[in-house]
C-alpha cells in the first residue's frame, strides 16, 4: 500500500522551544491529517487540512497543505510538558488514509 | 456524552482462540473502522464499512472477519488464523465516510 514518510522518528526538547516535523509522500493527497495519540489511548485529531496550500492553526499548532500534495508539515510553538506523546500524520488520496509511523516527541521541563 | 466506546480495554487469547473485539459509537456516523497499531508503527487498516451490511478489506484484512448489522456497532473478530495478533487495536469512525477523525481508546489484544 502506499506510505509515508514521517520525520524525525523521535525528538527530545526543552520545555518552551518550538518544534517541526513533516510528511512525505510519493503519491498526491486531497486531504492531510494530523493526529496526536498520549499512551494507552487513541489518536484525537489536531489539524484537518483539505486544500493545497492551506496553512491552517489551533493554537498552538499550526500544519500546512504542502503546495504540491505530497507533503505537510506541524509545527508546535512555545512546548509545554502536555505536548509530550505520539504526533501522527495521516493523508488520503483515491485510497482510504494511510498513516505515518510517528513523531515521538519529549519535553524537558 | 458522544463517542466511541471499545472494549474491553485488554483481552488476552488463547492459542487456536476466535476472540472478538467490540466497537460502539453514538456519533450517528454512517463510517467505521478498524486499524491494528504495532510499538513503533503507524496504523493499519484492517476492514473499514461505509454503510450498514457493508464492508471492505484493508490492508491487512487476513485472519480478521468484522459484522456491520447496526450503524452504531461495528465489532472485530480476531481470529486463530490471525497468527501474529498481538497488537493494539483502535477504532474509529466518521461523518462523511472518507476520513476518519473519532477513535476509541483503543484495545489491547495479547496471547497467553
Known amino acids: 500500500g502506499q506510505q509515508l514518510n514521517q520525520s524525525p522518528q523521535s525528538m527530545f526538547i526543552q520545555e518552551g522551544e518550538d518544534v517541526s516535523m513533516n510528511c512525505t509522500s510519493s503519491s498526491i493527497f486531497n486531504t492531510w491529517l494530523w493526529y496526536k495519540q498520549d499512551p494507552g489511548e487513541g489518536p484525537v485529531l489536531l489539524i484537518a487540512?483539505?486544500?493545497?496550500?492551506e496553512l491552517t492553526s489551533n493554537g498552538r499548532l499550526t500544519a500546512q497543505f504542502g503546495i504540491t500534495r505530497k507533503d505537510s508539515f506541524l509545527n508546535i510553538s512555545a512546548s509545554i510538558p502536555s505536548d509530550v506523546g505520539i504526533y501522527f500524520c495521516?493523508?488520503?488520496?483515491?485510497?482510504?488514509?494511510?498513516f505515518g509511523k510517528g513523531t515521538r516527541l519529549s519535553v524537558i521541563a | 456524552d458522544g463517542g466511541i466506546t471499545q472494549s474491553p480495554k485488554y483481552l488476552f487469547r488463547k492459542e487456536g482462540q476466535n476472540v472478538t473485539l467490540s466497537c460502539e459509537q453514538n456519533l450517528n456516523h454512517d463510517a467505521m473502522y478498524w486499524y491494528r497499531q504495532d510499538p513503533g508503527q503507524g496504523l493499519r487498516l484492517i476492514y473499514y464499512?461505509?454503510?450498514?451490511?457493508?464492508?471492505q478489506k484493508g490492508d491487512i484484512a487476513e485472519g480478521y472477519s468484522v459484522s456491520r448489522e447496526k450503524k452504531e456497532s461495528f465489532p472485530l473478530t480476531v481470529t486463530s488464523a490471525q497468527k501474529n495478533p498481538t497488537a493494539f487495536y483502535l477504532c474509529?469512525?466518521?461523518?462523511?465516510?472518507?476520513?476518519?477523525?473519532?477513535f476509541g481508546d483503543g484495545t489491547r489484544l495479547s496471547i497467553l
Open positions: 474509529a469512525s466518521s461523518i462523511a465516510g472518507v476520513v476518519p477523525q473519532h
Open positions: 487540512l483539505y486544500k493545497a496550500g
Open positions: 464499512s461505509q454503510i450498514v451490511n457493508d464492508f
Open positions: 495521516a493523508g488520503q488520496g483515491n485510497t482510504p488514509l494511510v
